[in-house]
């Protein structure tokens, strides 16, 4: 679930990174810039005004433990997130009867604080799931598909929530070039964001603009896209967007953290999206094939 810590933000770990060459984030929507950069972390900041498509997990596993992750809308009723957000591994939340699906999944779109910073407020509203799905080679035990799809049913007034509040493109297969940024984008509520006063406690939406930093080598072989990101717990599940000429495109999304030490070099805090391939790719559009409010 995105409130653990263990995904997000690793204890230092010596990663070896593909000799690719640097490439970066990407765009935001009109009128949004990010604000009150905190002095504390690097590589994130504060959006001030939240991207509607993208909303926090309120979630509930079958043992009855609640926890928060964040996903985007990329269809009228399609939310894409990351796979630990809404399947539990037992071992890894200290009960093994924590196995399975969550029983509950809420999404909140364009999620907000209160005036006190910690008070959260539903501009747009809840919307419930209908249906989730991850990949079967997550529940194996491979992160390399640490993403997941959640079909939300319309809510009480009859509305579908991309109706309410747009959604964005998915890209597959991209071809990751040295002049490309992109922005991750999370409600992050672990580590410092969870104990500061002046944080938002996972009410607000922070973002990171960095520089992509090449593709790791997992020991299963795969390439995942790595960047500079300091976002935590709670954030998991949220996107990476590619600035394109009528908004935004999603390119990733946020997985795991790793920090990194490069030839004694310590070079910060790392997010880690899986890539959207042939596998991803076959996931989403079978899952897009059985939508009821699609």
């Not at 204890?11 to 002095?39: F, K, M, N, Y």
């Not at 984008?185 to 580590?191: L, S």
């Not at 990194?260 to 959207?276: H, K, N, R, W, Y």
Request: hydrophobic share 40%; glycine share 14%; aromatic share 10%.
């Amino acid at each position: 679930m995105g409130t653990r810590i263990r995904n997000l933000v690793l204890a230092l770990s010596v990663v070896v990174l593909a000799a690719a060459g640097l490439a970066g984030l990407a765009r935001a929507e009109p009128g949004t810039s990010i604000l009150d950069v905190d002095s504390v972390l690097k590589w994130h900041g504060f959006l001030a005004k939240p991207l509607s498509p993208v909303g926090k997990l309120y979630l509930t596993d079958v043992s009855g433990i609640e926890g928060a992750c964040s996903g985007t809308l990329v269809g009228r009723s399609l939310v894409l997130t990351a796979a630990h957000c809404v399947f539990a591994n037992g071992e890894e939340r200290g009960d093994p009867r924590a196995v399975g699906y969550m029983r509950s999944i809420e999404f909140v779109p364009g999620h907000v604080f209160g005036e006190d910073r910690k008070v959260a407020s539903r501009p747009y509203g809840t919307w419930s799931f209908h249906s989730v799905r991850v990949h079967p080679r997550y529940i194996t035990g491979d992160e390399a598909f640490d993403f997941a799809l959640i079909e939300l049913a319309p809510d009480a007034s009859g509305r579908l929530a991309g109706d309410v509040v747009g959604a964005y493109r998915v890209l597959f297969g991209l071809d990751w070039r040295s002049s490309m940024r992109v922005r991750a984008v999370g409600y992050p509520a672990g580590g410092w964001f969870g104990s500061n006063p002046s944080a938002t406690y996972g009410n607000g939406q922070y973002a990171c603009d960095s520089t992509y930093g090449g593709f790791l080598v997992p020991l299963d072989g795969g390439r995942d896209p790595v960047i500079r990101c300091t976002m935590t717990g709670g954030s998991s599940g949220g996107p990476w967007l590619r600035r394109a000429k009528d908004g935004w495109d999603v390119v990733g999304l946020n997985s795991r953290g790793v920090g990194l030490e490069i030839q004694g070099d310590e070079v910060g805090q790392t997010m880690i999206s899986p890539a959207f391939g042939q596998g991803f790719a076959a996931f989403y559009r079978s899952f897009a094939r059985t939508l009821v409010y699609e």
